[in-house]
């Protein structure tokens, strides 16, 4: 809905309209708020009111709720009393659903989102993992080693491979990158263990999402891109990686636009304190970054947490338009989180802001947006406008059709698996592996010639000596019996040349 100034319509009260300006949108925002206080309808409501102002917007669900947009409102009574109770159909509040677009890291409940590992880089990966500062340090040198020989890295089984390959022929790698710790490779290929174990893998590979998708209008109204979050959620760090890998690449893929009439996206991260628990110190710099610089690209970044406190305070200086939802104040802990939230706000003179914090009802907010100067308007206690859509979940069979009547399905619902670094490395492993055999082989080949020269040459020294030892056993008495049988053949032959001589001579005298 829209005033007549052509300003979001977003919250009301007895004496005024509060209404959010659509160039001031992507100066960033903030909904926080107890657990039951109606963040995540308000949420709907900012949703709808995005997509009826001709901006894309992109939410996590954390429970299926927020896939009510996609279906006409007015199923609840407590909505259909506060429109007669502010006459806003008067203003042009009408039930209606708005165009919706499923999206699901697992592929089950929308059209499946991937990316790439080296989209993915190293820096947040090393998150995803929980590495310490040297196995990071070894998955940096991985990436950069795939990187300098031409090598893909797309999905887990990539990455693996290629630790293992760095692994195996460290040595190699020693003198140009750096000491490779065996250690730490292992490290990295359990966390890598873990990540399929929770179904992670899912999220790397091809076709990869192309970031446009996101930015898409139907019929004038912007489409509301929902992420299923639920199961994502039983893995926090995975889900708060996802979105951040999401909020990166929407900052390095668009242009600079500077500051527009509307913007071109808004982003919410739900849950935004999950993001900031243990965050490493180069991290946070690079979301403060993203933060401050993305906004000129025409994207808004809106937080939605329990306590303003869940964001650290270079990041929460940067969000222009706030809504603040009831905190309990039940310790003293609790009551010094209420008075930092309230002095997020601008007072108002009407109301003291830290008691009205505590007193709150349900859909009932302090709002404070920026004003066409980009100021902080004086805060304001308001009812959120209810949401056009249904509250609570579509049907299992509905949210089905609607992914399957979407214009990109079948863009991503069919998994690539092409020639990246698993596959050649795989080859040049094969490869490897059949030059250590045939020279295997050979070395054996080798072994066993030489095996047969010394066998026999000791063949030949066993014999030699074999006749050595029978010469020396025969000794003295054997020499004699040669000896005597060598003189005993003399004398027989002379003896029988003799007769044989007298023979001839007697015949011829005979004559």
Not at 236 to 246: E, H, I, K, S
């Amino acid at each position: 809905m829209f005033d007549n100034n052509h300003h979001a319509f977003i919250a009301i009260n007895d004496e005024k309209e509060v209404c959010l300006v659509p160039r001031m949108a992507n100066r960033h925002g903030l909904i926080t708020g107890a657990t039951g206080t109606g963040k995540t309808v308000t949420l709907q409501t900012l949703s709808e009111t995005f997509s009826d102002m001709g901006v894309p917007v992109f939410a996590a669900d954390m429970k299926g709720d927020l896939s009510g947009v996609a279906k006409i409102g007015g199923n609840k009574e407590s909505v259909n009393k506060r429109v007669e109770q502010y006459n806003l159909h008067e203003k042009g509040f009408e039930y209606k659903p708005f165009p919706v677009r499923f999206w699901d890291v697992f592929g089950e409940q929308g059209h499946p989102v991937r990316t790439t590992v080296t989209s993915m880089g190293p820096l947040l990966l090393e998150r995803l993992l929980n590495l310490n500062e040297t196995q990071g340090a070894i998955l940096t040198m991985a990436f950069r080693i795939a990187d300098d020989n031409d090598l893909l890295l797309i999905d887990l089984k990539d990455l693996q491979k290629m630790l293992q390959f760095i692994g195996d022929n460290r040595r190699e790698f020693t003198t140009k990158y750096g000491n490779i710790s065996p250690a730490s490779i292992g490290a990295i290929q359990r966390g890598l263990m873990r990540l399929e174990s929770e179904g992670a893998d899912k999220f790397f590979g091809e076709p990869d999402l192309e970031i446009t998708d996101f930015i898409q209008t139907e019929q004038g109204k912007g489409v509301i891109n929902i992420l299923a979050a639920d199961k994502l959620m039983s893995s926090p760090r995975v889900y708060t990686t996802f979105l951040l890998w999401l909020l990166d690449d929407l900052y390095e893929t668009l242009p600079e636009v500077g500051d527009l009439d509307k913007p071109k996206l808004i982003f919410f991260f739900d849950e935004a304190h999950l993001l900031f628990n243990d965050m490493p110190s180069s991290l946070l710099e690079k979301v403060e970054q993203i933060v401050r610089l993305i906004r000129s690209k025409g994207v808004g970044v809106y937080f939605c947490t329990q306590n303003p406190a869940d964001i650290p305070p270079a990041i929460l200086g940067q969000l222009g338009n706030r809504i603040q939802h009831a905190l309990r104040a039940y310790t003293p802990n609790d009551q010094k989180a209420v008075r930092v939230a309230a002095n997020t706000f601008r007072t108002n003179p009407a109301f003291d802001t830290v008691e009205a914090i505590t007193q709150l009802n349900t859909g009932e907010a302090l709002v404070s947006f920026l004003d066409e100067k980009g100021a902080p308007q004086m805060v304001e206690r308001a009812n959120i406008l209810p949401p056009q859509g249904q509250i609570g979940p579509i049907t299992v069979g509905e949210r089905d059709q609607l992914i399957r009547s979407s214009l990109i399905y079948g863009v991503y619902e069919n998994y690539i698996d092409r020639e990246s670094a698993y596959e050649i490395l795989s080859k040049k492993q094969e490869l490897l592996e059949e030059e250590r055999k045939r020279a295997e082989e050979e070395k054996e080949r080798i072994r066993q010639q030489k095996e047969a020269q010394k066998a026999a040459l000791e063949a030949e020294r066993v014999k030699r000596a074999e006749a050595r030892q029978r010469k020396a056993d025969r000794g003295i008495l054997g020499e004699f019996i040669d000896q005597v049988g060598k003189s005993t053949k003399r004398q027989i032959s002379y003896q029988i040349g003799r007769s044989i001589t007298r023979g001839i001579f007697g015949a011829l005298s005979k004559k």
